[in-house]
């Protein structure tokens, strides 16, 4: 079990003692399994897919998935475990959380029962590597502008357009994709498609972009996605219905911004924990900087306005 630099009081739902065993064995998977490779990962600007695999049988993914669909059957709390311990080992890029508390829930609230079998099995084994796609080079803050476009055609639908900033977004093999299945109706318009890349990868209508490269996050493969006349089966529609697309994304987006929250306290955890550390640790005069004057002034600094 770690001990928060925070000092602050453990949160009612984290005093948990199956939480802290939780902890340890998530906490040991990242640091055994991952943390020696995260340098080479941040200079591949990816993470392999083999990592996903082993996740998987650690019973990582889909922490919070029914049992009946092949998930761990928890709930937040366990991904907030696994933030937790992803951000204390320090393996940042790996988008596991994404995938198990972003985009499966987007599956197990909305999917028709179909596609739940068909996708979070695989989900939680690491078979599949999950994306969601919303943002476009003209569309970010402003989803409603989003310009990609799904045309019924039978028993397909034809997807035009591209994405950008998708994380996962060279590795994925399921695709949660925005869409306007109706350009006049704004909001009411957008759909969520799920987009199988192994059906349509190198038939040249859907063309994975660039890596891109960022301030941060190194390990993580953000990306652009382009898709021309793609064809994805009409039975791939996010819960069967169009123009529910932007009220799930309404209601799924809160938890998003819930996990940037408990990832941000968790590096700050850790930034902390690695400066005391090395101040500590670290002689200059004969004494180490932790003991000189000016290191300690920052440590009250309420008091001190
Ligand atoms: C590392 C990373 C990973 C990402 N992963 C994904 C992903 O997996 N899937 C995905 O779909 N997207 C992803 N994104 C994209 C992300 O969702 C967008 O960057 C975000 O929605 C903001 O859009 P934008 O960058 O176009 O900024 P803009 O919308 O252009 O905003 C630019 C600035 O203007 C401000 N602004 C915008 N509107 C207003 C307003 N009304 N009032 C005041 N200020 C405003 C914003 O706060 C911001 O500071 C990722 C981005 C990053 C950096």
């Not at 392999?48 to 669909?69: C, D, H, N, T």
């Not at 907030?80 to 988008?95: H, L, P, R, S």
Request: aromatic share 8%.
């Amino acid at each position: 079990m770690h001990e928060s630099p925070l000092n602050v009081p453990k949160a009612a739902w984290r005093q948990d003692e199956e939480l802290d065993i939780f902890a340890d064995a998530v906490g040991q998977f990242f640091e055994k399994e991952c943390a020696p490779h995260v340098p080479a990962w941040r200079k591949a600007g990816i993470v392999p897919r083999e990592i996903w695999k082993k996740a998987g049988e650690m019973g990582l993914l889909g922490a919070s998935v029914p049992e009946e669909y092949g998930g761990a059957g928890g709930d937040f709390r366990h991904e907030a475990i696994i933030i937790e311990q992803q951000q204390w080992k320090g393996i940042d890029g790996f988008g596991i959380t994404l995938h198990n508390a972003i985009i499966a829930p987007y599956i197990t609230a909305y999917g028709t029962e179909e596609q739940k079998q068909r996708w979070l099995p695989k989900i939680c084994s690491g078979d599949l590597v999950t994306a969601i796609a919303m943002t476009e080079p003209g569309a970010g803050s402003d989803l409603q502008g989003m310009k990609t476009t799904a045309k019924r055609d039978g028993d397909h639908y034809v997807i035009n357009g591209s994405k950008t900033f998708i994380s996962n977004g060279q590795t994925a093999d399921l695709i949660l994709l925005c869409v306007k299945t109706d350009p006049t109706k704004g909001a009411k318009g957008i759909s969520i498609i799920c987009v199988e890349t192994e059906a349509v990868e190198g038939k040249g209508g859907f063309r994975r972009g660039r890596n891109l490269d960022k301030v941060g996050q190194h390990a993580a493969d953000t990306s652009e996605l382009f898709f021309d006349d793609v064809r994805v089966p009409a039975a791939h529609l996010l819960g069967g219905e169009e123009g529910k697309g932007f009220i799930q994304l309404m209601q799924k987006l809160p938890q998003e911004r819930h996990i940037i929250g408990l990832q941000g306290v968790g590096m700050i955890e850790r930034a902390i924990h690695e400066t005391v550390n090395y101040v500590k640790g670290r002689k200059a005069f004969g004494q180490t900087i932790f003991d000189f004057q000016n290191t300690r002034f920052p440590e009250h600094p309420v008091q001190a306005r």
